[in-house]
T-cell receptor, first 112, second 112 residues
Framework: DAKTTQPPSMDCAEGRAANLPCNHS???????VYWYRQIHSQGPQYIIH???NNETNEMASLIITEDRKSSTLILPHATLRDTAVYYC?????????????FGTGTKLQVIP | SQTIHQWPATLVQPVGSPLSLECTVE??????LYWYRQAAGRGLQLLFY??????ISSEVPQNLSASRPQDRQFILSSKKLLLSDSGFYLC???????????FGSGTRLTVV
Protein backbone atom coordinates (compact mmCIF):
# COMPACT_ATOMS: atom_id res chain seq x y z
CA ASP A 1 0.00 0.00 0.00
CA ALA A 2 1.11 3.55 -0.69
CA LYS A 3 2.13 5.62 2.25
CA THR A 4 0.50 8.91 3.07
CA THR A 5 1.82 12.04 4.72
CA GLN A 6 -0.24 14.57 6.63
CA PRO A 7 0.56 17.63 8.72
CA PRO A 8 0.60 16.72 12.41
CA SER A 9 -1.83 19.41 13.50
CA MET A 10 -4.11 22.18 12.31
CA ASP A 11 -6.39 24.77 13.87
CA CYS A 12 -9.67 25.97 12.43
CA ALA A 13 -12.13 28.58 13.63
CA GLU A 14 -15.61 27.33 14.40
CA GLY A 15 -17.94 27.86 11.45
CA ARG A 16 -15.14 28.12 8.94
CA ALA A 17 -14.09 25.49 6.45
CA ALA A 18 -11.39 23.07 7.53
CA ASN A 19 -9.15 21.90 4.71
CA LEU A 20 -7.01 18.91 5.60
CA PRO A 21 -4.33 17.93 3.09
CA CYS A 22 -2.86 14.51 2.40
CA ASN A 23 -0.01 13.50 0.12
CA HIS A 24 -0.01 10.04 -1.45
CA SER A 25 2.51 10.41 -4.24
CA UNK A 26 3.05 6.65 -4.71
CA UNK A 27 -0.62 5.75 -5.00
CA UNK A 28 -1.41 2.97 -7.47
CA UNK A 29 -4.02 3.26 -10.19
CA UNK A 30 -6.56 1.04 -8.44
CA UNK A 31 -6.14 2.43 -4.93
CA UNK A 32 -8.83 4.51 -3.33
CA VAL A 33 -8.24 7.35 -0.91
CA TYR A 34 -10.07 6.94 2.40
CA TRP A 35 -10.50 9.39 5.24
CA TYR A 36 -11.29 8.51 8.83
CA ARG A 37 -11.43 10.49 12.00
CA GLN A 38 -10.86 9.49 15.59
CA ILE A 39 -12.39 11.38 18.43
CA HIS A 40 -10.54 10.93 21.68
CA SER A 41 -10.84 7.45 23.17
CA GLN A 42 -13.08 6.15 20.39
CA GLY A 43 -12.49 3.95 17.36
CA PRO A 44 -11.82 5.66 14.03
CA GLN A 45 -14.93 6.56 12.08
CA TYR A 46 -15.24 6.39 8.31
CA ILE A 47 -15.79 9.76 6.63
CA ILE A 48 -15.48 9.46 2.89
CA HIS A 49 -13.53 7.78 0.10
CA UNK A 50 -12.84 8.33 -3.58
CA UNK A 51 -10.84 7.12 -6.55
CA UNK A 52 -10.30 10.10 -8.83
CA ASN A 53 -13.47 12.14 -8.91
CA ASN A 54 -14.35 14.60 -6.20
CA GLU A 55 -16.82 13.20 -3.70
CA THR A 56 -19.26 14.76 -1.28
CA ASN A 57 -21.45 13.33 1.44
CA GLU A 58 -23.26 14.64 4.48
CA MET A 59 -20.04 14.81 6.47
CA ALA A 60 -17.43 16.20 4.11
CA SER A 61 -16.08 16.72 0.63
CA LEU A 62 -13.03 15.03 -0.84
CA ILE A 63 -10.99 16.75 -3.52
CA ILE A 64 -8.45 14.56 -5.33
CA THR A 65 -5.90 16.16 -7.63
CA GLU A 66 -5.86 15.14 -11.27
CA ASP A 67 -2.58 13.25 -10.86
CA ARG A 68 -4.04 11.60 -7.71
CA LYS A 69 -0.88 12.32 -5.76
CA SER A 70 -2.67 14.36 -3.14
CA SER A 71 -6.11 15.03 -1.77
CA THR A 72 -7.90 17.42 0.55
CA LEU A 73 -10.68 16.67 2.98
CA ILE A 74 -13.00 19.61 3.42
CA LEU A 75 -15.29 20.08 6.41
CA PRO A 76 -17.38 22.98 5.12
CA HIS A 77 -18.51 24.44 8.44
CA ALA A 78 -16.35 23.09 11.24
CA THR A 79 -17.93 22.67 14.67
CA LEU A 80 -16.35 21.95 18.03
CA ARG A 81 -17.43 18.32 17.62
CA ASP A 82 -15.16 18.04 14.59
CA THR A 83 -12.12 18.28 16.86
CA ALA A 84 -10.41 14.95 16.25
CA VAL A 85 -7.47 13.22 14.61
CA TYR A 86 -8.03 12.76 10.88
CA TYR A 87 -6.40 9.89 9.04
CA CYS A 88 -5.85 9.58 5.31
CA UNK A 89 -5.09 6.10 3.93
CA UNK A 90 -4.99 4.49 0.51
CA UNK A 91 -6.36 1.05 -0.18
CA UNK A 92 -7.16 -1.09 -3.18
CA UNK A 93 -10.77 -2.29 -3.51
CA UNK A 94 -10.08 -6.02 -3.35
CA UNK A 95 -11.77 -8.41 -1.01
CA UNK A 96 -8.58 -9.92 0.30
CA UNK A 97 -6.23 -8.81 3.00
CA UNK A 98 -4.26 -5.64 2.57
CA UNK A 99 -1.72 -4.23 4.94
CA UNK A 100 -2.74 -0.66 5.49
CA UNK A 101 -0.77 1.72 7.62
CA PHE A 102 -2.55 4.40 9.54
CA GLY A 103 -0.03 7.11 10.29
CA THR A 104 -0.33 9.63 13.08
CA GLY A 105 -2.87 11.68 11.11
CA THR A 106 -3.68 15.35 11.52
CA LYS A 107 -4.96 16.56 14.84
CA LEU A 108 -7.61 19.16 14.02
CA GLN A 109 -8.48 21.60 16.77
CA VAL A 110 -11.64 23.61 16.15
CA ILE A 111 -11.44 26.86 18.07
CA PRO A 112 -14.56 28.66 19.33
CA SER B 1 -26.89 -3.92 9.23
CA GLN B 2 -23.37 -4.84 10.19
CA THR B 3 -22.10 -4.12 13.67
CA ILE B 4 -18.88 -4.76 15.49
CA HIS B 5 -18.67 -5.32 19.23
CA GLN B 6 -15.55 -5.07 21.31
CA TRP B 7 -15.19 -5.54 25.03
CA PRO B 8 -14.30 -4.64 27.66
CA ALA B 9 -14.08 -0.88 27.19
CA THR B 10 -11.43 -0.43 29.85
CA LEU B 11 -9.18 -2.87 31.65
CA VAL B 12 -6.53 -2.53 34.33
CA GLN B 13 -4.32 -5.58 34.72
CA PRO B 14 -1.18 -6.30 36.77
CA VAL B 15 2.08 -7.18 35.09
CA GLY B 16 2.32 -10.91 34.48
CA SER B 17 -1.41 -11.49 34.36
CA PRO B 18 -3.18 -13.01 31.33
CA LEU B 19 -5.28 -11.05 28.83
CA SER B 20 -8.25 -11.84 26.66
CA LEU B 21 -9.99 -9.23 24.53
CA GLU B 22 -12.89 -10.25 22.36
CA CYS B 23 -14.31 -8.83 19.17
CA THR B 24 -17.38 -10.02 17.30
CA VAL B 25 -18.94 -8.89 14.06
CA GLU B 26 -22.61 -9.24 13.23
CA UNK B 27 -24.52 -8.98 9.98
CA UNK B 28 -21.80 -10.18 7.64
CA UNK B 29 -19.92 -13.35 6.79
CA UNK B 30 -16.27 -14.12 6.11
CA UNK B 31 -14.99 -10.67 7.08
CA UNK B 32 -11.31 -9.76 7.18
CA LEU B 33 -10.55 -9.02 10.81
CA TYR B 34 -7.81 -6.89 12.33
CA TRP B 35 -6.33 -5.99 15.71
CA TYR B 36 -4.64 -2.60 16.01
CA ARG B 37 -2.89 -1.00 18.96
CA GLN B 38 -2.53 2.69 19.58
CA ALA B 39 -0.03 3.93 22.12
CA ALA B 40 -0.65 7.33 23.65
CA GLY B 41 -0.19 10.07 21.04
CA ARG B 42 0.75 7.57 18.35
CA GLY B 43 -0.79 6.20 15.18
CA LEU B 44 -2.48 2.85 14.74
CA GLN B 45 -0.14 -0.12 14.68
CA LEU B 46 -1.43 -3.26 12.96
CA LEU B 47 -0.89 -6.28 15.23
CA PHE B 48 -2.78 -9.15 13.63
CA TYR B 49 -5.04 -9.81 10.70
CA UNK B 50 -7.21 -12.75 9.73
CA UNK B 51 -8.84 -13.69 6.44
CA UNK B 52 -10.66 -16.73 7.81
CA UNK B 53 -11.18 -19.14 10.69
CA UNK B 54 -7.87 -20.18 12.26
CA UNK B 55 -6.00 -18.08 9.69
CA ILE B 56 -4.00 -15.54 11.63
CA SER B 57 -1.03 -13.47 10.54
CA SER B 58 1.13 -11.37 12.79
CA GLU B 59 2.60 -8.09 11.66
CA VAL B 60 5.02 -7.47 14.49
CA PRO B 61 6.77 -9.72 17.01
CA GLN B 62 5.30 -9.18 20.41
CA ASN B 63 3.95 -10.57 23.61
CA LEU B 64 0.46 -11.03 22.20
CA SER B 65 -1.36 -13.66 20.18
CA ALA B 66 -4.64 -13.78 18.30
CA SER B 67 -7.17 -16.46 17.51
CA ARG B 68 -10.25 -16.76 15.34
CA PRO B 69 -12.27 -19.73 16.54
CA GLN B 70 -15.40 -18.68 14.63
CA ASP B 71 -15.99 -16.75 11.44
CA ARG B 72 -17.06 -13.57 13.19
CA GLN B 73 -15.05 -13.80 16.41
CA PHE B 74 -11.54 -12.48 16.88
CA ILE B 75 -9.68 -12.77 20.18
CA LEU B 76 -6.52 -11.03 21.35
CA SER B 77 -4.62 -12.77 24.13
CA SER B 78 -1.53 -12.74 26.23
CA LYS B 79 -0.23 -15.25 28.76
CA LYS B 80 1.76 -12.66 30.73
CA LEU B 81 1.24 -8.95 30.27
CA LEU B 82 4.11 -6.49 30.17
CA LEU B 83 4.00 -2.81 31.05
CA SER B 84 4.64 -2.07 27.38
CA ASP B 85 1.39 -3.79 26.44
CA SER B 86 -0.57 -0.82 27.74
CA GLY B 87 -2.48 1.01 25.04
CA PHE B 88 -5.73 1.41 23.18
CA TYR B 89 -6.67 -1.76 21.31
CA LEU B 90 -8.96 -1.61 18.34
CA CYS B 91 -10.66 -4.37 16.41
CA UNK B 92 -11.72 -3.71 12.82
CA UNK B 93 -13.23 -5.52 9.86
CA UNK B 94 -13.38 -5.09 6.11
CA UNK B 95 -15.18 -6.90 3.37
CA UNK B 96 -15.65 -6.64 -0.33
CA UNK B 97 -14.65 -4.23 -2.98
CA UNK B 98 -14.32 -0.58 -2.15
CA UNK B 99 -15.23 -1.04 1.46
CA UNK B 100 -13.14 0.60 4.10
CA UNK B 101 -12.57 -0.33 7.68
CA UNK B 102 -15.19 -0.42 10.37
CA PHE B 103 -13.69 -0.13 13.81
CA GLY B 104 -14.94 -1.21 17.19
CA SER B 105 -15.12 1.19 20.09
CA GLY B 106 -11.78 0.05 21.48
CA THR B 107 -10.38 -1.28 24.76
CA ARG B 108 -8.11 0.88 26.85
CA LEU B 109 -5.67 -1.45 28.60
CA THR B 110 -3.50 -0.26 31.43
CA VAL B 111 -0.91 -2.66 32.75
CA VAL B 112 0.24 -1.76 36.24
Amino acid sequence: DAKTTQPPSMDCAEGRAANLPCNHSTISGNEYVYWYRQIHSQGPQYIIHGLKNNETNEMASLIITEDRKSSTLILPHATLRDTAVYYCIVRAPSGGYQKVTFGTGTKLQVIP
Amino acid sequence: SQTIHQWPATLVQPVGSPLSLECTVEGTSNPNLYWYRQAAGRGLQLLFYSIGIDQISSEVPQNLSASRPQDRQFILSSKKLLLSDSGFYLCAWTQGKGYGYTFGSGTRLTVV
